[in-house]
């Protein structure tokens, strides 16, 4: 007999993810261009799943944000892959605007990792093990990456002198 996850158990699952906060690391990496190349542009790759790491890290960057939403095209001030979503901060809310994404944000200044550079990957890390303390560390500067939870494969994001990158995403708990 077939069976399914409930809204509560999105809600909640959604809601632990928040809990996991002060644990989550963004990562970028995979300097090295994608393989296919049509018109002169790079096609990422599909993800794979079963990543345990991403590819030639360049550096890790302790996440700023991490918020449960709902889905709300009407006014949603969050806009991700032309969906938008509202924060719900109350966990009561959560669960009766069945709340069941999570927002994750984090900014890298010009000044936190190397620039002059590509990157083509992003990742998730879950319990990173920093080797110094700091908020920006480079592979040098961390004992154990942790767990890989998400992973993007993208087109190439150059890392400027002058350029401030946001990165985000909103997962979906099912």
Known sequence: MPG???YTS????????????AELWWSIG????????VSGVEIPPDPDPTDTEIE???????????????????SGTIIFHDN????VSDPDDA???DAHYVYIKGTISYDELPVDISYR??????ELVPAVAG?????AEVSDPGKLLYIANTSPTFRAIDKKEEISVILEMS
């Open 95 to 97: 669960y009766t605007m």
């Open 30 to 37: 995979r300097t090295t261009a994608w393989p296919i190349v």
């Open 135 to 139: 908020t920006a560390l480079l592979p």
């Open 84 to 87: 938008k979503y509202s924060i």
């Open 10 to 21: 999105r809600v909640t699952e959604a809601l632990w993810f928040k809990s996991l906060a």
């Open 121 to 126: 990957q992003i990742g998730l890390q879950y």
């Open 4 to 6: 399914t996850s409930t």
């Open 56 to 74: 030639e890290v360049v550096g890790y960057k302790f996440v700023d944000e991490v918020e449960t939403c709902r889905l709300d095209n009407a």
